[in-house]
């Protein structure tokens, strides 16, 4: 006998605060920190999107491409990678955090220290989300566009259930790979190769 998924799709909630409450930069990051059990993003309109923590299978999918992603940045040196936690100030003003992200080490090195300790004010050059069994897919595949309409480079929207990578690139371009075991991310990560059969797998 097989277990058999079901999809419940279940979108953030999301609080529409303007024009009641219009939160500065300062203020939003103070009012992440006090709410560190929840996932926050803020849209470019001011709304907060905000996200439960996710479910053991997805939690491991994540640790795994989090790892590979960041062993690959720690050889390359090129760049810095960053989880989940993470928080980007985009240039239309939405602060997104997407499940891995990657960003050019010169891009980093004119930030000052305040910066670098809080949502850095930058769109990374490569993001990947990771959709969970609880996602609907048009509100993620909107954020990627988002990614690319602000500076990234290259955006991968990775799909467990379907076995499905949907592949972002500047102006539009987009490509579906249909069960990949490995994706390259070439030229823009240059050597790195997501091994993706232990993200199709859950690893209990």
Same mark, same amino acid.
């Given at each position: ?37 929840? !996932? ?7 709304? @907060? /999107? ?6 053991? +299978?997805? =939690?491991? %999918? ?68 990771? !959709? ?7 509100? @993620? /595949? ?6 690319? +309409?602000? =500076?990234? %480079? ?51």
């Amino acid at each position: 006998m097989t277990d058999t998924k079901v999809r419940v799709e279940r979108p953030a909630v999301v609080l529409h605060t303007r024009p009641a409450l219009d939160m500065d930069e300062e203020q939003f990051f103070e009012f992440c920190q006090l709410n560190k059990d929840w !996932r926050i993003e803020r849209s470019a309109e001011g709304d @907060l /999107e905000i996200m439960p923590p996710t479910g053991g +299978e997805t =939690g491991n %999918r994540n640790l795994r491409l989090t790892l590979q992603l960041g062993a690959w940045a720690e050889r390359d040196g090129g760049g810095v990678g960053f989880d989940s936690s993470t928080g980007f100030i985009l240039p239309n003003g939405a602060v997104r955090s997407p499940d891995a992200a990657w960003v050019r080490r010169e891009r980093l090195s004119g930030l000052t220290a305040e910066q670098k300790q809080r949502f850095l004010p930058l769109c990374p050059d490569f993001v990947i989300e990771l !959709r969970s069994t609880s996602d609907p897919l048009t509100p @993620l /595949e909107a954020k990627m566009r988002e990614y690319l +309409e602000n =500076g990234a %480079r290259l955006g991968w929207l990775i799909d467990p259930e379907e076995r499905k990578v949907h592949i972002y690139l500047p102006n539009d371009q987009l490509e579906i790979a249909d069960k990949p075991d490995n994706l390259s991310s070439e030229p823009i990560l240059p050597g790195f190769v997501l091994d993706l059969k232990p993200i199709w797998e859950p690893g209990f």
